[in-house]
């Protein structure tokens, strides 16, 4: 699991990033990311990126399938944490033809997505693998 600091749960994030943040595509996943604005009220720092996985029964009838997908991401999400800037909402969608993929691709994908959006420190993109 992911710190409860890093989770998008909210419908209404998850409909912010959707609709005002930017896109990146991959063969099998889609990342939609959303840079957050801090009110200079609230001044307690620039807050965690938090990130959300949406798979939808198209990927997969059986939540099995599914549910290995999603865990298989967050465990890259885990390792690429201490890279990844703070202050971001980030959706992460896969795509159907994300079932043939290795645990590997995976993260190889989902690394090289979070460097296109620019999430990553340094955009350097150092292999993990």
Known sequence: MLPQ??????????????????????AHLTL??????????????????????????????????????????RAGLRQLLPTI???WDVVIVVKPTAIECNYAEILRELEKLLVQAEVLHGHSGGELL
């Open 85 to 87: 800037s703070p202050g």
């Open 5 to 26: 600091v890093n989770r998008l749960r909210a419908p209404k994030d998850f409909k912010a990033v959707y609709t005002r943040g930017l896109h990146r595509k991959t």
């Open 32 to 73: 939609r990311a959303l840079k957050r604005l801090v009110p200079p009220e609230m001044d307690a720092g620039v807050p965690a990126s938090r990130f959300g996985i949406s798979i939808s029964q198209k990927v997969s009838k059986r939540a099995v399938r599914r549910n290995l997908l999603k865990r298989q991401i």
